[in-house]
């Protein structure tokens, strides 16, 4: 099987409401005195029992009188009810909860089974040794956007990597960019062509174009272990523009053909 060769690169209630409750308990309890008076006025026959009944008689009219100003005055103290507004605070909580989910990532796909379809694209082929090949296939790039911007041709898609060969010293690659139009004036190295297509398995390297040694060291162990024959070629596809993004910012997606 053909495998992958990548060499490193590098709540209260107020006291006022209590004392106010409290002395109209207390301007209430004389009140059931005369009762406790009444009792003992049995023993005598008839003639002290008016006497009784005559003196609660006054004590008990200047006694309620003060007794409705002092319960009119804790009405207006416990309307604003402090207990009622207080329940609503707790409300405000759930807005905080619900914002926790809005982060949220998913994982680049690895090893996802999709279908290519051709494009037409200009092309340049090339060859490259490992210490120099990110500069190499920047250069390749450089050509192909140069003649494209002199003949006002735009981009039709992004642009690929298609390595034809790989050795322990280096590689053969096709640098390719989608156009609609055919460009004229073609150096000998350059080409109208189509891309790959058909059935291949996605995986996607972001970082530095040194340290896509690992992103194919993982591709490898994932045919590996699916026990997948690959064929004798890979695509990169740089979603991010190689000749404007920080080396360690590219996004590149990488598409392996399989037998």
């Known amino acids: 099987m053909f495998r992958f060769r990548r060499l490193a690169l590098a709540a209260l209630i107020p006291a006022a409401a209590l004392s106010l409750g409290l002395s109209e308990v207390l301007a209430q309890t004389p009140s059931p005195a005369p009762a406790a008076s009444a009792s003992p006025s049995p023993a ?52 905080a909860a619900a914002a926790t989910p809005a982060p949220v990532q998913t994982a680049d796909p690895f090893g996802l089974e999709t279908s290519l379809e051709a494009k037409k694209v200009v092309m340049v082929k090339g060859t490259a040794n490992w210490d120099s090949a990110f500069d190499t ?53 350059m080409s109208i062509g189509k891309s790959p297509e058909g059935k291949v398995l996605k995986f996607v390297h972001r970082g530095s174009y040194d340290n896509m040694d690992n992103t194919y060291e993982a591709i490898t162990n994932h045919l590996d272990d699916k026990r997948l024959e690959a064929k004798d070629t890979f695509i990169e596809e740089y979603l991010t523009d190689p000749l404007k993004t920080a080396e360690d910012k590219l996004v590149i997606n990488v598409f392996v053909p399989l037998k």
């Open 137 to 189: 296939l920047i250069d390749a790039f450089k050509a192909l956007n140069t003649l494209l911007d002199k003949q006002g041709i735009k981009h039709a898609g992004n642009a690929m990597i298609v390595y034809t060969s790989t050795d322990d010293t280096g590689f053969t690659f096709l640098a390719e960019i989608p156009v609609e139009q055919d460009p004229k004036n073609l150096s000998k190295d």
């Open 44 to 95: 005598p026959s008839a003639s002290p029992a008016p006497a009784a009944s005559a003196s609660p008689a006054p004590a008990a009219t200047p006694s309620p009188a003060p007794s409705p100003a002092a319960s009119a005055s804790p009405a207006p103290t416990n309307s604003p009810s402090p207990a009622a507004s207080a329940s609503p605070s707790p409300t405000a909580p759930p807005p």
